[in-house]
Nanobody, 125 residues
Framework: QVPLVESVGGLVQAGGSLRLSCAASGRTFSSYDMGWLRQAPGKEREFVAA????????YYADSVKGRFTISRDNAKNTGYLQKNSLKPEDKAVYYC??????????????????WGQGTQVTVSS
């Protein structure tokens, strides 16, 4: 099991930046691909980004490509999501997740194994 704890989100103005972190307990974090999903009020959970366990490959939803950057530090058992040029539509609860193996497409980006409790990010216009 890989308990995940996201950092506190917050309120950011449109155009601003925010970095989320995801701390994983245990010593198996480096054995998993990881990612971020988000869920806005009244909407389904949406894939945001993913990164493989060796940090070689990253994947992004079209809606965040060029604005968000996913990264990880396996030595610290921590993943990150740097969010720049935030828009009001980025307002959501963000969840850190891990995958046994991440695959993109056919909704496989939702086949995650573990997830955190979520952290609220609000973007004011």
């Amino acid at each position: 099991q890989v308990p995940l704890v996201e950092s506190v989100g917050g309120l950011v103005q449109a155009g601003g930046s925010l970095r989320l972190s995801c701390a994983a307990s245990g010593r198996t974090f480096s054995s998993y691909d990881m990612g971020w999903l988000r869920q806005a009020p009244g909407k389904e959970r949406e894939f945001v980004a993913a990164i493989n366990r060796s940090r070689g490959s990253t994947y992004y939803a079209d809606s965040v490509k060029g604005r968000f950057t996913i990264s990880r530090d396996n030595a610290k058992n921590t993943g990150y999501l740097q969010k720049n040029s935030l828009k009001p539509e980025d307002k959501a609860v963000y969840y850190c997740v891990t995958y046994n193996v991440f695959r993109l497409g056919a909704k496989r980006e939702y086949d995650y194994d573990y997830w955190g409790q979520g952290t609220q990010v609000t973007v004011s216009s």
